[in-house]
């Protein structure tokens, strides 16, 4: 069945832009500044705000987690408008990577949402032979625990680079240490950045905040973007409705989404209304792995091999 989404407020690239969405068979076939001209059943959107559906980071889930509680997780994500989740998997010991992605990919049978996993692990554990495990894996995704001891001047970042060679797994910084001071935090930040860009390996320069949506610039280092958290032609239609009344109005006359203070009235994932403002349904199952085909490849100066 075809549609439109008529007269919608699309906020993209932190501007907003007055669109109409002709949809079919949930995907979005056409989009432009106005469909009056095109009869098909149209949904009149004038007084909402649509943004794309959100990709957000968790640390929390573990294999050993309950029903109950995994589905509560769950809940609070999907109240927020997350539609993909990236999920994080810790590692030890290099040995235990198998058995824990195995035990990981197990739990998110139930997810109700897509979902990406990443591995977490300290600067030690991270060898070219843990990088080699993780592409087999399709894993592209890997959070390097930084601590005030770690000398990241002495790591063999050349042999990490060779091992990604033709698909770079982006490597993020995770500074758990509560020892450590904002300075110190800093100072460890911009000596990651340095070695990071001296080798030329595909990263971030700060940290990652779990639950709330990630920007565009990190998706697209990721390789996320734009298969999620974007509203494009051909694209998957995930995406989220607030109400224009419920916001607050920019010095510039324009809506400020605040993700704090606002809750989106609907909630799309794959064409289905998943939140009907906080009634939210919860179906095990139909959210599906996704894989990173290329990492950063909208970032080509982040990595050159």
Same mark, same amino acid.
């Given at each position: 069945?075809?549609?439109?989404?008529?007269?919608?407020?699309?906020?993209?690239?932190?501007?907003?832009?007055?669109?109409?969405?002709?949809?079919?068979?949930?995907?979005?076939?056409?989009?432009?500044?106005?469909?009056?001209?095109?009869?098909?059943?149209?949904?009149?959107?004038?007084?909402?705000?649509?943004?794309?559906?959100?990709?957000?980071?968790?640390?929390?889930?573990?294999?050993?987690?309950?029903?109950?509680?995994?589905?509560?997780?769950?809940?609070?994500?999907?109240?927020?408008?997350?539609?993909?989740?990236?999920?994080?998997?810790?590692?030890?010991?290099?040995?235990?990577? *198998? !058995? #824990?992605?195995?035990?990981? %990919?197990?739990?998110?049978?139930?997810?109700?949402? /897509?979902?990406?996993? @990443?591995?977490? &692990?300290?600067?030690?554990?991270?060898?070219?032979?843990?990088?080699?495990?993780?592409?087999?894996?399709?894993?592209?995704?890997?959070?390097?625990?930084?601590?005030?001891?770690?000398?990241?001047?002495?790591?063999?970042?050349?042999?990490?680079?060779?091992?990604?060679?033709?698909?770079?797994?982006?490597?993020?910084?995770?500074?758990?240490?509560?020892?450590?001071?904002?300075?110190?935090?800093?100072?460890?930040?911009?000596?990651?950045?340095?070695?990071?860009?001296?080798?030329?390996?595909?990263?971030?320069?700060?940290?990652?905040?779990?639950?709330?949506? *990630? !920007? #565009?610039?990190?998706?697209? %280092?990721?390789?996320?973007?734009?298969?999620?958290? /974007?509203?494009?032609? @051909?694209?998957? &239609?995930?995406?989220?409705?607030?109400?224009?009344?419920?916001?607050?109005?920019?010095?510039?006359?324009?809506?400020?989404?605040?993700?704090?203070?606002?809750?989106?009235?609907?909630?799309?994932?794959?064409?289905?209304?998943?939140?009907?403002?906080?009634?939210?349904?919860?179906?095990?199952?139909?959210?599906?792995?996704?894989?990173?085909?290329?990492?950063?490849?909208?970032?080509?100066?982040?990595?050159?091999?």
């Amino acid at each position: 069945m075809c549609y439109i989404m008529d007269k919608v407020k699309l906020l993209k690239n932190d501007s907003i832009e007055k669109t109409s969405l002709l949809i079919n068979q949930d995907k979005i076939e056409f989009m432009r500044h106005s469909m009056d001209n095109i009869k098909f059943v149209r949904m009149d959107l004038s007084s909402y705000l649509l943004t794309p559906g959100y990709v957000m980071l968790d640390f929390s889930l573990h294999s050993l987690l309950p029903f109950k509680e995994f589905k509560r997780t769950f809940m609070r994500y999907l109240a927020k408008g997350c539609t993909t989740l990236l999920t994080v998997v810790d590692i030890d010991y290099e040995k235990e990577l *198998l !058995s #824990k992605l195995k035990q990981r %990919r197990h739990l998110m049978i139930n997810s109700p949402i /897509d979902y990406y996993i @990443g591995v977490k &692990l300290s600067l030690k554990t991270l060898s070219p032979s843990l990088i080699r495990k993780c592409k087999q894996q399709s894993i592209s995704i890997i959070f390097v625990e930084l601590g005030k001891g770690d000398k990241l001047d002495l790591k063999s970042w050349g042999w990490i680079r060779d091992a990604m060679f033709s698909n770079p797994i982006t490597l993020i910084p995770y500074i758990a240490d509560e020892e450590l001071t904002t300075y110190k935090k800093q100072k460890l930040l911009q000596e990651w950045a340095k070695q990071m860009k001296e080798n030329r390996l595909s990263s971030t320069d700060t940290c990652l905040e779990p639950g709330v949506p *990630l !920007s #565009k610039n990190v998706l697209m %280092r990721l390789g996320v973007y734009p298969e999620k958290g /974007d509203i494009r032609v @051909g694209g998957q &239609l995930n995406y989220n409705l607030y109400l224009l009344d419920e916001m607050n109005d920019h010095p510039n006359g324009k809506p400020m989404l605040n993700h704090e203070l606002n809750s989106p009235a609907f909630t799309s994932h794959h064409g289905k209304i998943i939140n009907v403002n906080g009634d939210i349904t919860f179906q095990p199952g139909t959210g599906e792995e996704c894989f990173i085909p290329i990492s950063g490849r909208f970032i080509p100066q982040t990595a050159s091999f």
